[in-house]
């Protein structure tokens, strides 16, 4: 493995452990003597002193772990005779907040568990001469550029995130019907027939006329069924009789999906809140089958209900924003003889067009060597109506 590369994969560990929940300790059968009282229990982190060592790292001499490059926290760790350093609880909280601010106590112990460690390769490393190897210079200036830019993204951040509450209350009174919500019904038909196979071995295949066929049947089906809903049919009871026309086994969703706001619905569907109390929808094709939807009832969500999203949504706006408007302060213009067409540019073969796309505007550059982005999930189970054969409930 590169060497270069060791430091940065202990910090990755450290990053990982950070978004990973500690797993609480199990309780002892009988708790101390002070919280049987009702006293809190004595800290004894809180009552030392701030120079009091917290780590001691036998072998490791301040003088040649402690380059010119080297953090604050390690320039002023305390050597003790020959060869030994030592960190006091002062310096290793200016550290542990300057990596995470309010650093749970599970948290600042992955990172003494890993912070030593660093040290000790990183002395090994300076004792080989590594730290004056100019690749090793243009690496520290990259990882510069990195740390700068995640600070700026964090102090955009914390300032875009104090948002006054006369401004949660005129985002609010402007898109009031972003908060109106609706009790709805929802009546699914599926666009397939099913049918019993002859064997599991030999699944039943229905040829594309079969297919177009069953989809013009239950197409009909649920312009009917809507026809009747909108007579005032019970949903629950269509529900039951789509089922059955699409040959489903199982037993039918409920028709109630709940109070859904505009945003909670997805984007084909959200015309269903601008209709009256007691209305039904026309039918709304999807792939995966036909929906019609009743409103039983409509209300808008009070502000105080709203506020923290409102809050939060301003805040995100603000920062990207201010990210956008730094970034587009200056253009950067590549030499494509030398580095190629950009990825996914017309012409390339084996890649579609916009396969591989540059990171969003606004958005800080990701660190090399990161863990692949792990797919968004809905933010409502109402949100995705194809993700699969039956509605989502509830």
Do not use: W
């Not at 200056?330 to 012409?347: E, H, R, S, V």
Request: hydrophobic letters at 35%.
């Amino acid at each position: 493995m590169d060497c270069r590369c060791l430091s940065v994969l202990l910090l990755a560990a450290f990053a990982v452990g950070q978004n990973t929940a500690p797993v609480a300790p199990s309780s002892p059968a009988q708790p101390p003597a002070a919280v049987q009282a009702g006293k809190a229990a004595p800290n004894p982190a809180a009552e030392m002193s701030a120079s009091t060592p917290v780590i001691t790292i036998n072998g490791v001499c301040e003088k040649t772990s402690a380059p010119k490059t080297a953090t604050p926290a390690t320039s002023k760790a305390k050597p003790v005779g020959p060869c030994k350093t030592v960190i006091t609880k002062a310096e290793f909280e200016s550290l542990a907040n300057a990596l995470q601010p309010n650093m749970n106590p599970a948290t600042k112990r992955m990172l003494a568990d890993r912070y030593p460690k660093m040290l000790v390769f990183a002395d090994a490393a300076h004792k080989r001469g590594l730290d004056a190897d100019p690749n090793f210079k243009k690496v520290l200036q990259f990882y510069r550029l990195q740390i700068l830019t995640q600070e700026l993204a964090r102090s955009v951040k914390e300032k875009a995130e104090k948002i006054p509450d006369t401004e949660i209350a005129k985002y609010y009174k402007d898109n009031t019907a972003e908060f109106e919500q609706a009790d709805l019904q929802r009546l699914y038909v599926p666009k397939d027939k099913q049918v019993e196979a002859a064997s599991a071995d030999k699944p039943e295949v229905k040829s594309a006329e079969q297919q177009k066929a069953d989809q013009d049947a239950l197409k009909k089906e649920a312009d009917s069924l809507r026809a009747r809903a909108a007579a005032g049919e019970d949903l629950d009871k269509l529900q039951k009789e789509a089922y059955e026309a699409a040959g489903m086994k199982g037993t039918p969703p409920q028709a109630s999906i709940g109070k859904l706001t505009r945003n909670e619905l997805p984007v084909s569907h959200r015309p269903v809140l601008d209709l009256k109390v007691g209305e039904v929808s026309q039918v709304i094709a999807e792939p995966n089958g036909f929906y019609v939807y009743k409103v039983v009832s409509k209300q808008t969500k009070p502000l105080e209900a709203v506020k923290e999203e409102i809050r939060t949504k301003l805040a995100q706006q603000k920062f990207q924003d201010e990210m956008q408007s730094i970034e587009s302060s200056a253009q950067a213009q590549l030499n494509d003889a030398y580095f190629g067409a950009p990825p996914g540019a017309p012409g390339m073969p084996g890649m579609p067009a916009g396969a591989m796309r540059p990171p969003a505007a606004g958005q800080p550059p990701a660190p090399p060597q990161v863990a692949p982005a792990q797919p968004a999930t809905p933010s409502s189970p109402a949100a995705n109506p194809n993700s699969n054969p039956e509605p989502p409930k509830q």
